[in-house]
């Protein structure tokens, strides 16, 4: 690992372990530690004592194991061709299954345990106070658990039940063809999943409507197919939810998101009362185009864009810090530390894996992986990343393990806060006009996708999931009707609702993981509550902000959230997030 030494722009893997003889000798001890905690299964509940001891054990071992896979799994992203980088990763693989299979009885014992008994434990020894919220959080799920049988039944149906979306994967990303179509140069390309959004936002019409019409040519010649496999999916989620008697397939997936339906309709009616903006950005699209009529193949253009703008690592972290710098001093001490200390690892290599994340490291630090081109949006990428590793900083140094993760209702706040206040800084910095618009731009459309493009997802998921409960048959051309209708309510009379949009829904492969897409959009208008609160400078916010991060689950997210004065239930969060985005629509009309 010497080499991932170079420079403060890579990883230096010795902060997790010094050598590979180091990881080995940690693997190794591991593997003991699991057999230690094996000796409690079937006795778990028996007393105070096995449930501390045991929980004392899993602690330990889930600290050693964060390391432990991390170092397999960044080793295996930094070059992906190499051997033995793809040994260590399997290797830490197969341990997360022994790890898994190993502690595997802990919620079902706790789960199936006299109730009135696990709160005399928790009343009597204090030792088990660090481990009350995952106990109580099991006992809270415990009306949901089926008798040992059945969940042993449902157990043995998951891989049959995970089919539908298995099958849709491999029918669009391996067999799907799109077709070619004639580029801005006039040269013949191909058109594939990952370059689509790109011919989409070309300033040429023709390369935009042929990629439109090509994309939706493939989808609709097996829309009976996927309709099949997308309301088979329907179907066991229907029959799950209400097998674990939930009232319905959404009470179930919020309360599994710890969130409440109440968050989800409030969403949907703040955002539908708050349309007439989305369609009055649609008609200033329709103007800065300067077209008689727009389409939705024209939507990802920015008519502000000139061309490609270059931007050094050092210049880009010179951004950053300044937009972050309202955080205050120990929030930009840690990002110079971040930038420092290999904490990321910056840019494109052989093999290195494509995207970007941030993943904490229990003990250690966060570690960032990109890919940066020094295209000016990887400015962007690097503050949303350092936001998920800020959030597992804070919340890593101020729980335990247990509860430092936090849950995908808040995962995205913290990023987006960050996206949004540098978003804010490079327009009030910015001095040439047609650069502040196209920046303008960005930051509207950006909240336009994230807000109502998702809360049209959700509106979509939400209509054909409540069908399904009523017992209606649905088809795809039933599917399809539905998907347009709602792009006709979501971008009004101003554009042109091209046939083609009704096939939209069946390329969303979040459709397969049920009332998932509606956490963006509570996501985006937490993060805008939050960052005009920081923006607006309201004294003692950026510490009660720092002070919620540093939670991790201690709490639901809903409260975690009302922590700075954000409530999802509330039908006002999402009215300010349309405010918010018409002060931006009007400001970008001020300066053209």
Not at 252 to 277: P, Q, R, W
Not at 300 to 312: T, W
Not at 422 to 439: G, M, P, R
Not at 499 to 527: L, M
Request: with cysteine; net charge negative; glycine share 4%.
């Amino acid at each position: 690992m010497d080499k991932l030494k170079e420079n403060k722009e890579s990883w230096n893997l010795t902060d997790l372990f010094k050598s590979k003889e180091e990881f080995h000798k940690a693997v190794k001890q591991m593997q003991e530690d699991l057999k230690k905690i094996e000796n409690y299964r079937g006795k778990l509940c028996d007393s105070a004592d096995n449930l501390y001891n045991c929980y004392n054990i899993y602690e330990s071992i889930l600290i050693d194991f964060d390391k432990i896979y991390s170092y397999g799994m960044f080793s295996y992203h930094l070059n992906m061709a190499d051997q033995e980088g793809i040994k260590l990763f399997k290797e830490v693989e197969n341990l997360s299954s022994e790890f898994d299979k190993a502690v595997s009885f802990m919620t079902p014992e706790i789960t199936f345990a006299d109730e009135q008994k696990i709160n005399q434990y928790l009343k009597e020894d204090t030792r088990l106070k660090k481990y009350e919220r995952d106990i109580r959080d099991i006992l809270e799920k415990k009306k949901h658990i089926l008798s040992k049988e059945e969940e042993n039944i449902l157990a043995n149906y998951s891989e049959v039940f995970s089919g539908p979306e298995n099958i849709y994967d491999i029918l669009t990303n391996a067999e799907f063809k799109f077709g070619t179509l004639i580029d801005e140069k006039g040269k013949e390309v191909e058109l594939t999943d990952a370059t689509y959004t790109k011919y989409l936002k070309s300033k040429d019409i023709s390369v935009r409507k042929q990629a439109f019409q090509l994309m939706y040519k493939k989808y609709s010649e097996c829309m009976n197919t996927i309709a099949e496999m997308y309301l088979t999916n329907v179907k066991q989620t229907v029959i799950t939810s209400k097998l674990r008697k939930y009232k319905s397939s959404l009470e179930k997936a919020t309360i599994h998101d710890d969130a409440t339906i109440k968050v989800y309709e409030s969403l949907m009616k703040g955002v539908n009362e708050g349309l007439e903006v989305n369609h009055e950005f649609i008609s200033l699209k329709k103007k800065l185009l300067n077209m008689e009529e727009i389409h939705m193949y024209d939507l990802y253009v920015n008519p502000f864009e000139q061309k490609e703008d270059k931007i050094s690592f050092e210049d880009a972290k010179k951004e950053v810090k300044g937009a972050l710098a309202i955080l205050g001093k120990e929030y930009t001490g840690m990002l110079n530390e971040a930038f420092e200390n290999h904490w990321i690892d910056v840019y494109e290599k052989p093999n290195k894996r494509g995207g970007a994340y941030s993943s904490g490291v229990y003990g250690v630090h966060p570690f960032v992986l990109m890919s940066f081109t020094e295209n000016k949006r990887d400015v962007s990428t690097i503050a949303h990343e350092l936001g998920h590793s800020m959030h597992s900083y804070y919340s890593n140094k101020s729980q335990n393990i247990i509860d430092a993760g936090y849950t995908i209702m808040v995962a995205e706040v913290a990023s987006t806060v960050n996206e949004i206040l540098l978003s804010e800084y490079q327009i009030k910095n910015e001095k040439d006009k047609i650069k502040k618009a196209e920046l303008l731009y960005e930051l509207i459309e950006m909240i336009r996708g994230t807000f109502y493009r998702q809360s049209m997802f959700a509106e979509f998921e939400k209509e054909v999931h409540e069908k399904q409960e009523n017992g209606e048959m649905l088809s795809a051309e039933d599917l399809n009707k539905i998907y347009y209708a709602l792009n006709q309510k979501y971008f009004g009379k101003d554009i042109l609702i091209d046939e083609e949009i009704q096939y939209e829904w069946s390329r969303i492969p979040h459709f397969y993981t049920d009332f998932y897409v509606y956490k963006y959009a509570t996501g985006i208008s937490a993060a805008i509550c939050i960052a005009t609160k920081i923006l607006n400078k309201e004294e003692g916010f950026v510490e009660k902000y720092i002070h919620m991060l540093s939670q991790g689950c201690m709490k639901k997210s809903v409260d975690l959230l009302k922590m700075v004065d954000v409530d999802l239930e509330d039908v006002h969060t999402y009215k300010i997030t349309t405010k918010f985005y018409k002060d931006k629509i009007e400001e970008l009309k001020s300066l053209i």
